[in-house]
């Protein structure tokens, strides 16, 4: 193996949905010299442009294809989570919903001591990164990299359910990410001229004739290098070759909310007990890296659809519509959403029944949960998948948004609009009815909606990762910016706000 040494102002790690959009940023000043360093493939698969064969993705080679501890609130079920590993990472797999989250989620990071992260400063940041196509002033962004528009062709069970939603009364709203997040309608996609329009596509496609940025894919970062407490530049291995990549300036981790803390830990940069068990020197004893993981959780309600197209069309990203509940009161705002898709999405539809039957599934999502669970090393090998333990449903009353969003599911499938379409309730099937056995199909069929957030979080106090300005703590010429960053999870999807972050951290990094 030989080693190869190369010298930049910047490297970021991770390709993915923060990586690509702070790569791009750093390289519009052409003074900036810039490596990003991506472990996955170039994202040349055809089912990654085309937006309704996300699903044939999984378990490929652009999927780290990860699974969970056995959660024990979920009847000891290790569950799997896709990852994206290509460029554009997670948003070259994700099913291109376009939503931010509630501005009391922003509002609530800066309350926690982080300046500079309100609704109002990260708005900005969402709005430079946009292009929305509709075109509306007071809420959106015009001419960013980010194409974020409607969807060319909905499917008419998609059109009777955001008719049902508010028939069942869920006001309808034709903006989640205008005036207010409540309410139900058609999800914004990221998509152009009916492609996905990945955080690649958006970002760096268009900046790959720059001569300060470098792109190297296939290159899997295994450590950080350092020199006393100040961060170097990171190893990483292409080809079975070994390289160094060295960092005037700074190294950003944008590798995501289970592999930025992989790296940090494998670095010496952790729990010291859990460095040593496996043997790694410690740097920095820094015990909050890879806890606080947190994720959302869905439960899919399936039924026989007896009228309509079988497929969604060729632009579809088959999760079109959804809503937004407010049901717990205490809760600051709404903690149950809905994703809808015309097809067979219980768990991740990896397993319909081997019939001709069509189906579309109504999917109560928690997004305000309490669980708190972490990522650690199984091995100090970087090959080795980390160990993920989400700890899904350990917090009491987690699991209540999940029970009342079957109830709502099967209101808005009662509706006129709704009835048209409406077969047989497949699962969890009519006989299950009583609040016992609504719980038990939760435990038996929950899985994630693949937003794992949470694991170097951001804050002042001895459990954060990252200061308000995403540099590690204890060390010199380290940042983070990527999902993992988050303090507490927003309320919605998680593919805008990691862009918001990449955005964010090309402003810090650029002041
Ligand atoms: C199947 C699926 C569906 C989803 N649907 C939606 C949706 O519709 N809307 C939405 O808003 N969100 C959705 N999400 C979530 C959203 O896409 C993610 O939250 C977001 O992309 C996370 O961005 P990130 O920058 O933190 O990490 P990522 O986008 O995952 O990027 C991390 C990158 O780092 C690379 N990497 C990791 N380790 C290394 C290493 N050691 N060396 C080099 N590179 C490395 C990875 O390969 C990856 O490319 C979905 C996610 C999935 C998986």
Redesign the pocket.
């Known amino acids: 193996m030989s080693n190869t040494i190369t010298a930049h102002d910047f490297v970021v790690?991770?390709?993915?949905?923060?990586?690509?959009a702070l790569a791009h940023r750093l390289t519009e000043d052409s003074d900036r010299d810039v490596l990003l360093?991506?472990?996955?493939q170039p994202d040349d698969k055809e089912e990654i442009h085309t937006p309704p064969l996300?699903?044939e993705?999984?378990r490929t080679a652009v999927?780290?294809d990860y699974y969970t501890e056995p959660q024990p609130e979920l009847h000891d079920r290790k569950l799997y989570h896709?990852?994206?590993?290509?460029?554009?990472?997670?948003?070259?797999?994700?099913?291109?919903?376009?939503?931010r989250g509630h501005p009391w989620d922003y509002d609530h990071w800066a309350d926690l001591g982080n300046d500079g992260w309100s609704y109002e400063a990260m708005l900005d940041h969402f709005k430079r990164a946009e292009h929305f196509e509709p075109g509306d002033g007071d809420f959106h962004g015009e001419g960013g990299p980010l194409n974020v528009t409607t969807l060319e062709d909905t499917h008419p069970v998609s059109e009777a359910l955001v008719e049902g939603m508010a028939e069942a009364g869920i006001e309808h709203n034709p903006d989640f990410n205008g005036e207010r997040l409540a309410g139900s309608g058609f999800?914004h996609?990221?998509q152009r001229d009916g492609k996905r329009c990945s955080?690649a596509a958006a970002y760096i496609k268009p900046a790959l004739d720059r001569s300060n940025l470098t792109v190297e894919t296939g290159?899997?970062?295994?450590d950080i290098t350092f020199d006393g407490d100040r961060a170097t530049g990171v190893r990483?291995e292409q080809d079975g070759t070994e390289h160094t990549a060295e960092a005037g300036s700074e190294i950003v981790l944008?590798?995501?909310?289970?592999?930025?803390p992989?790296?940090l830990l494998l670095s010496g940069i952790g729990p010291a007990a859990h460095l040593e068990e496996h043997g790694i020197d410690v740097r920095v004893d820094l015990p909050g890296v890879g806890k606080n993981l947190q994720d959302h959780l869905k439960v899919g309600v399936v039924y026989e659809q007896t009228g309509g197209p079988e497929a969604p069309a060729p632009s579809s990203?088959v999760?079109e519509s959804g809503c937004f509940v407010h049901l717990d009161e205490d809760e600051p705002a709404p903690d149950l959403q809905f994703h809808n898709a015309p097809v067979y999405l219980l768990e991740?539809g990896l397993t319909p029944p081997d019939d001709d039957r069509s189906f579309f599934t109504i999917i109560p999502t928690q997004i305000r949960p309490d669980s708190t669970g972490e990522v650690r090393l199984a091995s100090d090998d970087?090959y080795h998948s980390p160990v993920i333990d989400p700890n899904y449903l350990g917090a009491d009353g987690d699991i209540d948004p999940l029970v009342e969003g079957i109830k709502l599911a099967r209101d808005v499938a009662d509706t006129d609009p709704v009835d048209e379409f409406c077969g047989a309730e497949v699962h969890p099937g009519p006989e299950v009815t009583s609040e016992s056995g609504l719980r038990e199909f939760v435990r038996e069929h929950a899985s994630t909606?693949?937003?794992?957030?949470g694991t170097c979080r951001m804050g002042d106090d001895d459990m954060a990762v990252v200061d308000d300005e995403l540099r590690v703590h204890g060390v010199e010429g380290l940042r983070v910016?990527?999902?993992?960053i988050m303090p507490d999870i927003v309320g919605?999807?998680?593919?805008?706000?990691?862009?918001a972050?990449?955005e964010k951290a090309s402003a810090l990094l650029t002041e």
């Open positions: 790690v991770g390709a993915g949905s923060a990586g690509c360093l991506e472990a996955g996300f699903p993705l999984y999927d780290w896709p990852r994206g590993k290509t460029l554009g990472g997670s948003s070259s797999l994700n099913a291109m919903i376009y939503i999800y996609v990221t955080s290159a899997q970062v295994t990483y944008s590798a995501g909310a289970i592999n930025s992989q790296l990203n999760v991740h970087p909606v693949y937003h794992p957030v910016a990527d999902a993992s919605g999807n998680t593919n805008a706000p990691s862009i972050i990449g």
